[in-house]
């Protein structure tokens, strides 16, 4: 086991300028393994957003899962076939990266949030 390391992080931070959410749409276009990398630096530069608290992921159109990965955090979370949620993110301040990864023709939309947001997970209709 290697050495650990506390790290602050944000969950349940109110954040000064109030509630926000970024919106991204995934656009995987080919039924190929894909991964698609992005990460919020010129957003928090801006100041559009200043951290992510919690995500909101729609797999629902999705015939196969998706991962999103954040190597930064060593956080990953699965979703599996046609599901939707919530889900927190342990993320310090600060801009962070992530790495989506599916198979198949579909867009996913995501939005990232910074408040809180319970964890919650359904299947679509």
Sequence with gaps: MGT??????????????????????LLFNTNAVQQISMDFFKEQSQGQIEFIQSVFIDNSQNPQGLALRFPTLQQQITVRTQMQGYFPLFAPNGAFSLTAVTTGNVDIPIIFCNVFINPSVWQSA
């Design 4 to 25: 650990l390391q506390a790290r602050k992080i944000t969950l349940g931070y109110a954040p000064k300028e109030g509630a926000f959410a970024l919106p991204v749409t």
